[in-house]
């Protein structure tokens, strides 16, 4: 970069003694106006650049690492060093603001003279100020046009002028100043108004052009309108109004004279130029930063987790927003466009089922990697300020936020069956499974208020079914006494194992569930917060841990946390990486072909993509009715893939479709979504289903054959004589002894670096009551409803009712 004349050569600095004594004379002449004791002050205590800590845009990315996902920050910088940039935006904001910079000595003495006279006088007062001066006065965040001010200005310019060279100066001033809406420095600048770039690496149709820049350049003498009169005083923005265009032309030539007379052009060179009229329009919301899109959501739980890092911990959010960091987040862009486009049910791209459907309809779909808990999706809602469905997370100062609780109905008995298979039980072992049963044991009899478990639908296996068509035919009477069987304890600490860090307990005389920690307390003792209706889904869990349980299914019984963040970088420097711990649930393969095996019998689980899938329904009843549904889920996996799905209502209320049908269920209602997105997201990965096949059980022991009235079902979709929540009929099962061959044996791949029973409902779900849907960290306006309880009050404990769901 050529600073003056044609022959490029920077000219020598001024002897400095002549100078100094000009620049003491005028210091000395302020101190005087402004008193000894101040201007001793100022002296000793002006920050320098080597103090200064410029606030610097965060950026979010996804898992590859060049996708932006959001800015974080107050201030939108991204700083540039100065060898690093190309020429135009130094040779413009010199000719524009500074013409003698590469000559004075930081201070324009006569300025300050001018000032010291007026000072003494009485005169008007003057603000004239070189490049560094303005720098000094940004950097000390300066303001108004004062005496002191000018003392400051001056004393810092000198400082800097002595200690830093000028293109060391010229850097900290181009990436500090304000641009104009909302842009800190010369990069931010090029990127917000004319989507480019000032770097001289990147490719040359994507910098900063001279006219470009001379734009940019124009603008910092009025960044942004005067809010006293915005139209009459618009600033340089050429798209404010006709005004400020006009002011920014005026400005653009009088610094392209600036060019040709330092030397920056020829005058053929700037003859040439043309005012260019590419300008961004004004974007109203650029100052949310995609922080309001679904993601948005998934930077909240960004913040909450880096809080719990050493490089994070106990310091404000401003160190992460402001720190100029490169946040690598786990998920994947396929992905998450996949989730969204299925669950945004106000999209076209959602399901038919579930599209256009009444606005208290809302879905929530949290997707996990197995083996590693990286989440790959989120979406909890359609805007990252309001609610969370999907899960919750603490903000700055320690409090839970979120609307991600809900009670999982069926869908929970995936980790009974898992707790069963690990003891060492066959699928194919038998269970007593009348359409109604009483159990003593958890005081659920008919002299009882609670009444017998009652089963959802007759299932053909009745009364004699093994576990596999029971789980097929979700039957609450088999599930209650499975979980009987193996102990409240067992069933919960298998959920907690795979995944499932929170579960919200009643309490007798408390108007809302109570958030229980899962992850530290024994087994015995969170028993005590749960009752035996742990079993078919009563409590409260989010779909985010859900979806990690799953992944800990899909990895073979092998457990990794969920986490959203995979690397903070700064500059070269590594702050953080993800760290990858995986537990072992204590699944052996036995038993992980067996729920493999007994899950993808599941209708709503399977897939059209010729990938093995195995899932999960279920349904959540409202209040007394037998027919309405407030809550529906579909939760499952594939080798490569897992997740869950709920969707419900935001109100509380029972899902009613546009057409005034309550009949909604997790087979009708989440698993559309579901099967939509897996099948959309598998695809967008590219990955091949052959090496993540599930293998076929050898059922030790080989108990009775199953009933032969089961029929595995050849299709994901339900046929149009099933009954309206999609329930498939049995018949029998294959032969361990002749694999298919599309499910052929093979190794396990994982990826690395209302509260009560149902009387009837769906055969492969459990549509139980259901609780009102509420936030469950603040009040969401709906009070206890005395009349919301069990459709039959068959399975209602004394204890409970409806209760609003909160957090402790």
Not at 26 to 46: E, P, R
Not at 288 to 301: A, E, W
Request: proline fraction near 8%.
């Amino acid at each position: 970069m050529r600073h003056s004349g044609d022959n490029g050569a920077v000219p020598k600095r001024p002897r400095r003694r002549g100078r100094r004594l000009l620049v003491v004379l005028a210091v000395g002449a302020l101190l005087a106006g402004c008193g000894l004791v101040a201007g001793g002050y100022y002296f000793d205590s002006v920050p320098t650049p080597t103090d200064l800590k410029l606030p610097e845009s965060t950026t979010v990315l996804y898992a590859d690492g060049r996708t932006p996902m959001a800015k974080l920050g107050a201030q939108n910088r991204t700083i540039v060093p100065y060898e690093a940039m190309n020429d135009s935006a130094k040779q413009a904001i010199v000719a524009a603001e500074d013409r003698t910079f590469w000559t004075n000595r930081g201070i324009d003495v006569k300025g300050v003279l001018r000032a010291a006279w007026a000072n003494v006088s009485g005169g008007q007062r003057q603000g004239a100020s070189t490049l560094t001066q303005q720098y000094a006065r940004v950097a000390a965040d300066l303001r108004g046009v004062t005496y002191s001010r000018k003392l400051r200005e001056a004393v810092i310019a000198w400082k800097l002028d002595d200690k830093y060279s000028k293109e060391e100066i010229l850097g900290f001033y181009l990436n500090t100043v304000p641009f104009g809406r909302g842009a800190y420095g010369i990069e931010a600048a090029a990127q917000t108004f004319f989507g480019k770039t000032v770097r001289r690496d990147a490719p040359a149709a994507q910098q900063l052009t001279p006219a470009e820049a001379m734009v940019l350049c124009a603008m910092v003498k009025q960044p942004e309108a005067d809010p006293a009169d915005p139209q009459g005083s618009p600033g340089y923005d050429p798209r404010r109004n006709a005004l400020a265009k006009q002011n920014s032309i005026d400005r653009w030539n009088y610094i392209r004279d600036g060019m040709v007379k330092l030397g920056y052009l020829t005058p053929q060179q700037a003859a040439d130029l043309a005012y260019p009229d590419t300008v961004r329009p004004i974007d109203r919301d650029a100052g949310r930063s995609d922080l309001d899109r679904p993601t948005g959501l998934v930077v909240n739980h960004v913040l909450a987790e880096l809080r719990e890092t050493e490089p994070f911990r106990g310091k404000p959010d401003e160190v992460i927003r402001d720190g100029g960091y490169r946040i690598v987040t786990t998920i994947d862009k396929r992905v998450q466009d996949a989730a969204e486009a299925a669950a945004d049910i106000r999209r076209d791209t959602a399901p038919a089922a579930v599209r256009g459907q009444p606005k208290n309809w809302q879905a929530a779909l949290v997707a996990v990697e197995p083996g590693t808990g990286r989440v790959l999706g989120y979406y909890g809602g359609d805007r990252g300020s309001g609610a969370d469905y999907a899960g919750w997370y603490t903000d700055e100062q320690g409090q839970a936020r979120g609307f991600g609780q809900h009670p999982p109905g069926s869908s929970f008995k995936v980790y009974d069956l898992a707790a069963a298979v690990r003891d060492g039980m066959s699928v194919k072992q038998r269970f007593d499974s009348p359409d109604t049963k009483e159990f003593p044991g958890s005081g659920r009899t008919r002299g009882s208020a609670a009444g017998p478990i009652r089963n959802a639908e007759h299932a053909s296996c009745q009364p004699d079914c093994a576990l596999w068509e029971a789980t097929v035919a979700s039957l609450n009477v088999t599930y209650f006494e499975l979980t009987e069987k193996l102990g409240t304890a067992k069933v919960i600490e298998t959920a907690r194992q795979a995944g499932v860090g929170s579960m919200w307990e009643t309490v007798r005389g408390n108007p809302r569930p109570q958030r229980v920690d899962l992850r530290d307390d024994p087994a015995d003792e969170l028993a005590e917060h749960f009752s035996t209706e742990v079993g078919i889904g009563q409590y409260g869990i989010t779909v985010q841990d859900h979806a990690n349980g799953m992944a800990t299914f899909a990895a073979g019984g092998k457990r990794a946390d969920a986490h959203f963040v995979r690397s903070v970088t700064k500059g070269d420097d590594k702050v953080w990486t993800e760290q990858l711990r995986q537990t072992d649930l204590g699944l052996d393969a036995e038993a992980v072909n067996q729920l493999d095996w007994t899950l993808r019998r599941v209708r709503a689980a399977r897939l059209d993509n010729g990938w093995d899938s195995a899932g999960k329904t279920g349904t959540w009843q409202a209040g007394q009715s037998t027919t309405k549904n407030v809550h529906t889920w579909m939760v499952g996996w594939t080798g490569a893939l897992a997740s869950a799905v709920w969707l419900g209502t935001t109100d509380g209320k029972p899902l009613r479709t546009t057409g005034g049908s309550y009949e909604v269920y997790g087979s009708t209602g989440a698993a559309p979504i579901w099967r939509q997105f897996m099948t959309r997201a598998t695809a967008a990965m590219k990955l091949d289903p052959d090496k993540y096949r599930f293998r076929e059980p050898a059922f030790p022991g080989d108990a009775p054959e199953p009933s032969p009235s089961a029929p595995v079902p050849s299709s994901s979709t339900p046929s149009p004589s099933a009954s309206p929540t999609g329930s498939p009929t049995a018949s029998p099962a294959p032969s361990s002894a002749s694999p298919s061959p599309s499910r052929r044996p093979g190794p396990r791949p994982t990826l690395s670096p209302s509260l009560t029973t149902p009387p009837g409902g769906a055969a492969d779900e459990d549509p139980g009551t259901a609780l009102k849907l509420c936030a469950p960290f603040g009040n969401c306006g709906i009070e206890p409803t005395s009349g919301m309880h069990s459709s039959t009050a068959d399975n209602v404990r004394p204890d409970q009712g409806l209760l609003k769901i909160m957090a402790s």
